[in-house]
């Protein structure tokens, strides 16, 4: 049966089933109970219940389930404590106290709804360090990145980051932040990898040294995943010490300036992006696509280093273009959608 993209509680209960699959049944009850607020009058369940997109597109399940979780980080109800500690498990337990906070908490939950979950999600950066280190011989070992959609630029430091990637090492090894997932397939093979400058955009970036939008971050972290709890923590010392550095922009004007901007001629410069795709306009993703294809084709070293959703499967598919090379997209593997495996095709 085709789930209609349009059809709230279908989408509600495919997010609760995806994440009770991914670890965190907890979570998933909390994702699963916002169907008890499709007919309850509160301001934020009506305008659940109306929501004028594509549901899964816009995470809409996942836009409230952290303002939920919010309200326990930052002390203003506690109730949930129990949910997330997986002391309550009866779904109509966890409805009930759902529909109790939201009409508690429904001026407060609302703003949830305005914009996508910032999931900024420092596991991903083991699908991009994999992608660089196949590139290295195929195009050169220097390269300078570039983050769409950088959020709080956890990804857009990266490069300070130490990864175990199936036994093949890379980054600083006393680094603060250490990256070992779950690794399925043969381990890449070891290349130099220099990354010789990193930024990002974002149209509304989260300022890592602010406690309020560091605190509104972890609310998007699923609760019981406790390792992703700890990269954040992890991302903010780094943060503390040399912030990244990020660009206020729309991702289409930036990739302009970006590809305007001075490049070495033995630097490759690689655009990257993880779990944003699908939030950007299609007029924009199209001008992005244009832009980059055009700077490759006419002679430019350029690499293209996506970790997005595949719309008719939801696999989360590491895809790399690059010039010269031809810029055909190539399949290197796919990830979990926060790090904690990544299944490597090994393409040759």
């Known amino acids: 049966m085709v789930m209609d993209a349009r059809d709230v509680a279908a989408a509600i209960a495919w997010q609760a089933d995806h994440a009770a699959n991914n670890g965190a049944p907890c979570t998933a009850r909390v994702v699963r109970a916002q169907l008890a607020l499709l007919s309850d009058e509160t301001e934020t369940g009506r305008r659940l219940a109306n929501w004028p997109g594509i549901p899964l597109e816009d995470a809409l399940p996942l836009r409230l389930a952290g303002g939920f979780h919010h309200l326990l980080l930052s002390g203003a109800d506690m109730r949930l404590g129990a949910v997330y500690r997986g002391e309550v498990t009866d779904q109509g337990e966890v409805d009930a106290l759902i529909v109790e906070l939201t009409r508690n908490h429904d001026a407060a939950l609302l703003p949830w709804l305005d914009g996508p979950p910032q999931t900024n999600e420092a596991g991903r950066s083991a699908s991009i360090m994999a992608a660089l280190l196949w590139l290295s011989p195929r195009i050169g070992s220097r390269f ?33 932040m250490q990256i070992k997932p779950e690794w399925r397939g043969p381990a890449p093979m070891a290349a130099p990898v220099e990354i010789t400058a990193i930024e990002g955009c974002d149209r509304a970036p989260v300022n890592l040294a602010d406690r309020a939008a560091a605190l509104r971050l972890k609310s998007y972290v699923w ?119 990544v299944a490597w095709h090994g393409a040759a």
Not at 149 to 173: E, K, W
Not at 293 to 314: C, D, H, Q, Y
């Open 144 to 176: 300078e990145m570039n983050e769409l959609g950088a959020s709080a630029g956890v990804n857009t430091m990266m490069d300070r980051y130490h990864y175990d990637l199936g036994g093949t090492q890379a980054g600083p090894p006393t680094s603060p």
């Open 223 to 341: 609760a019981e995943v406790t390792e992703r709890m700890a990269r954040i923590d992890a991302a903010i010392r780094l943060a503390g010490e040399q912030p990244p550095k990020l660009t206020q922009m729309d991702a289409g004007d930036w990739v302009d300036q970006r590809l305007a901007a001075r490049q070495e001629a033995d630097t490759t410069r690689v655009f990257y992006h993880s779990i944003v795709w699908q939030y950007l306009p299609p007029e924009t993703r199209a001008r992005i696509t244009t832009a980059i294809a055009s700077a490759g084709e006419g002679g430019r070293r350029i690499a293209w280093i996506m970790l997005e959703t595949n719309r008719e499967t939801f696999r989360h598919e590491l895809t790399v273009r690059y010039w010269p090379g031809g810029g055909e997209p190539v399949l290197l593997g796919e990830a979990h959608a926060h790090g904690a495996w």
